[in-house]
Nanobody, 113 residues
Framework: QVQLVESGGGLVQPGGSLRLSCRVS????????LNWYRQAPGKQREWVGS???????SYASSVKGRFTISRDNDQNTMSLQMNVLKPDDTGVYYC???????WGQGTQVTVSS
């Protein structure tokens, strides 16, 4: 079956960096578009960015210029490099396979001094 497993979350000070990974199994990874979402406490889940099977990338305006999405089709992994982190970036980060409706379990990111 399809599985998405996020990793790399943690506690970081404002201005710091983190790199999240999403490892996907059960599909021909290179053929699929993928998304990153996040959900802050008490708020709705929001889209962070996407990468297509052809590696076209788009970002939410709130993260553009600070976050970078990439994929490694040999490792079946999508990554989210997050720089210049702000307290508003705090939340649970999820990877999503939109064509199948699959989600990972999420990884917690906390930006705080």
């Amino acid at each position: 079956q399809v599985q998405l497993v996020e990793s790399g979350g943690g506690l970081v000070q404002p201005g710091g960096s983190l790199r999240l990974s999403c490892r996907v199994s059960g599909i021909t990874f290179r053929a699929y578009n993928l998304n990153w979402y996040r959900q802050a406490p008490g708020k709705q889940r929001e889209w962070v960015g996407s990468i297509t099977s052809g590696s076209s990338i788009s970002y939410a305006s709130s993260v553009k210029g600070r976050f970078t999405i990439s994929r490694d089709n040999d490792q079946n992994t999508m990554s989210l490099q997050m720089n210049v982190l702000k307290p508003d970036d705090t939340g649970v980060y999820y990877c999503n396979l939109p064509s199948r409706g699959n989600w990972g379990q999420g990884t917690q990111v906390t930006v705080s001094s």
